[in-house]
């Protein structure tokens, strides 16, 4: 069940991972190995910083930019545009709950443009929200 757990979690991210864990997962019980050349199992990558900062290039960069000026490559063909976070006034205006809110339920669930799409498989997922928030409030200059 654990390994089961350790590879759908990496799909479901999206993240790509080492399959290292999967691997082992796969050993059969039976299947003696000498002690010297056992390796102690992979684990997933705790979901940090470091993976947000990874969803935002996989998930954000193609609209908002890689700066976050709401310039991404696919940005040129959109009405409204992204939304620029390098904005002082917007970054005042919003609060770090309600960016959350907008990753989760994309722009068409909190009264934004429907274009933005939502991001589900991150509920129940804070580290992540969180890190994805430090990005947008890093590039306001917070």
């Known amino acids: 069940m654990k390994r089961l757990m350790v590879c759908s979690v990496s799909i479901v991210l999206g993240v790509a991972l080492s399959l290292v864990g999967c691997e082992e997962a796969k050993r059969t019980p ?3 190995e000498p002690v010297a050349t056992r390796t102690a199992p992979q684990r997933a990558a705790p979901v940090s910083t470091v993976s947000a900062t990874q969803l935002f290039a996989e998930r ?3 609209c908002h930019g890689a700066t976050g000026k ?3 490559a696919a940005a040129a063909t959109y009405n409204p545009k992204p939304r620029d976070y390098t904005d002082k006034a917007w970054q005042a ?3 770090d709950e309600q960016i959350k809110k907008t990753i989760l339920y994309g722009g068409a669930g909190v009264g934004k443009s429907p274009i ?3 991001s589900p498989d991150l509920d129940g997922k804070p580290e992540v929200l969180d890190g994805l928030v430090k990005i947008v409030r890093g590039f306001g200059g917070a």
């Open 30 to 32: 039976d299947k003696k």
């Open 60 to 62: 954000c960069a193609m």
């Open 70 to 72: 709401g310039d991404g």
């Open 93 to 95: 205006s919003v609060t």
């Open 116 to 118: 933005m799409p939502s």
